[in-house]
C-alpha cells in the first residue's frame, strides 16, 4: 500500500468492527480492561459489530454460552469463526474427513459417512489429538491418494491462556505437511477470503476496521484484505511481532476499550 494511499486510508470513518474474541475482548473467562462497557459504547455508536475468531476449541455455541456468561451482550449469528468456515469449506468440497478437532469443535462439523473412505485432514486446535497415533493416522490417511486433502482451520503459532502463551495447531500443520508433501488449504485468519466473507453485507473492506491482538494473523490479513487494523496490547501481543509487520498497524492501543475509544474519535473527527 502506498503511503498518500495509507493516509487517505487512516482517514475514511469506521462502519463496521470486526472484533477477536480471545485475548481481545476476554482471556478465558475475564473480559479484557473496559471490555463489557467498550462494547456497549461501540453498539450505542451504530457500528456495525461483528466477532471473528480463530478459535478452534471451542464450538460456535460455546463461544457464545462463554461471552454471555461473563457479561458481553450478543446474537449468536453475530459470531463468524474459522470452525464454521472450514465447515462451509468441507462441505463445498464434498470431504469426508479424519479430525483433529477437540470434542467440542467437532460438533460444528458433519458426521462422519461411514460408508466411504476418508479423503482429507482437518486440524484444528485440538491438545488431546497432537500425539504420535493421531498424528501418523492423519499421515496415512494423507498419503493413501494424492488427491487427499490438508485441512487447516488456522495455523496460528500460539494463543493465550490465563498461564501465558500456550502453544498453536500451526507447528503440527507444518510438520504433516513436511512428512506428506502436501501444501495444507488454510481456512481461518489471516486468509482473505476469511476476512472479505465476514465482512458484513452491503459494505465494503475500508469501512471495516479488524481489532486483535495477533499482529500477523488479525492485523496484517485483515489490512492485505483492504481493512484498517486496531492491534491491542492484551491477549497474545508482543512488541517485537508488532513492529515487524508492514503496513504498520493503523492504530496500536493499550487493550479493547481503548480501540473503541480510538474508534469513535475517529469517526466523530470525520
Known amino acids: 500500500m502506498f503511503p498518500r494511499r495509507l493516509e487517505q486510508f487512516r482517514k475514511m470513518p469506521v462502519k463496521a468492527a470486526l472484533i477477536d474474541l480471545s485475548g481481545t475482548l476476554h482471556v478465558e473467562d475475564d473480559p479484557t480492561p473496559n471490555a463489557l462497557m467498550g462494547l456497549q459504547r461501540l453498539r450505542s455508536s451504530n457500528i456495525t459489530v461483528k466477532f471473528v475468531t480463530n478459535t478452534t476449541k471451542d464450538s460456535k455455541q460455546t463461544l457464545y454460552d462463554r461471552l ?13 469463526s474459522s470452525l464454521s468456515a472450514a465447515a462451509v469449506y468441507v462441505a463445498k468440497e464434498n470431504l469426508n474427513p479424519l479430525y483433529l478437532l477437540s470434542i467440542d469443535a467437532r460438533k460444528d462439523f458433519p458426521e462422519e459417512d461411514l460408508s466411504r473412505p476418508q479423503d482429507s485432514v482437518v486440524v484444528g486446535l485440538a491438545p488431546i489429538a497432537f500425539d504420535y497415533e493421531h498424528l501418523n493416522k ?30 498453536g495447531p500451526g507447528c503440527f500443520v507444518k510438520g504433516l505437511e513436511y512428512a506428506t508433501d502436501k501444501m495444507a488449504t488454510i481456512i481461518g485468519k489471516p486468509n482473505q477470503f476469511f476476512f ?14 479488524m481489532i486483535g491482538d495477533d499482529a500477523n494473523d488479525d492485523i496484517a490479513g485483515a489490512m492485505q484484505a483492504g481493512m484498517q487494523g486496531i492491534l491491542v496490547k492484551t491477549g497474545k501481543f508482543l512488541p517485537e511481532v508488532a513492529a515487524s509487520i508492514s503496513p504498520p498497524p493503523t492504530a496500536v492501543v493499550k487493550n479493547f476499550g481503548e480501540a473503541v475509544d480510538w474508534i469513535l474519535c475517529k469517526n466523530n473527527c470525520n
Open 68 to 80: 454471555i456468561k461473563i457479561g458481553f451482550k450478543l446474537d449468536a449469528n453475530e459470531i463468524y
Open 196 to 209: 472479505k466473507s465476514a465482512i458484513p453485507e452491503g459494505m465494503q473492506p475500508h469501512e471495516c476496521v
Open 138 to 167: 492423519a499421515f496415512t490417511v494423507l498419503m493413501q491418494q494424492k488427491s487427499h486433502k490438508l485441512v487447516a482451520v488456522h495455523q496460528g503459532k500460539y494463543y493465550k491462556r490465563s498461564d501465558g502463551l500456550a502453544l
